[in-house]
């Protein structure tokens, strides 16, 4: 098993930055990909940025040039760097990680964005 837990959620005016941080815990040997996901209520949960053990990335089109992901394996860290803000970057984000499948999530953190 492996626990996620999120921080750095805000409220931030548009335009502004925020950093979200994943702390991990458990068996994080037995996953190589950590990523980051979002949902508004009412709509589907979207997948934002991955990274991979060796560091490749890869992010949504709505938010390349924006966001940067990364990770740091001795803390079991993966954080998500959130540069000109967007009020539709209001969501819920999640952590999650890769084993077979996103099999392990974190229960969120609130992202809001003001116009």
């Known amino acids: 098993q492996v626990q996620l837990v999120e921080s750095g959620g805000g409220l931030v005016q548009a335009g502004g930055s925020l950093r979200l941080s994943c702390a991990a815990s458990g068996s994080v040997d037995s996953v190589n990909v950590m990523g980051w996901f979002r949902q508004v209520p009412g709509k589907s949960r979207e997948w934002v940025a991955s990274i991979g053990s060796g560091n490749s990335t890869g992010y949504a089109a709505s938010v390349k040039g924006r966001f940067a992901i990364s990770r740091d394996n001795a803390k079991n860290a993966v954080y998500l760097q959130m540069n000109s803000l967007k009020p539709e970057d209001t969501a819920v984000y999640y952590c999650?990680?890769?084993?077979?499948?996103?099999?392990?999530w974190g229960r969120g953190t609130q992202v809001t964005v003001s116009s």
């Open positions: 999650a990680a890769f084993r077979r499948d996103w099999d392990y």
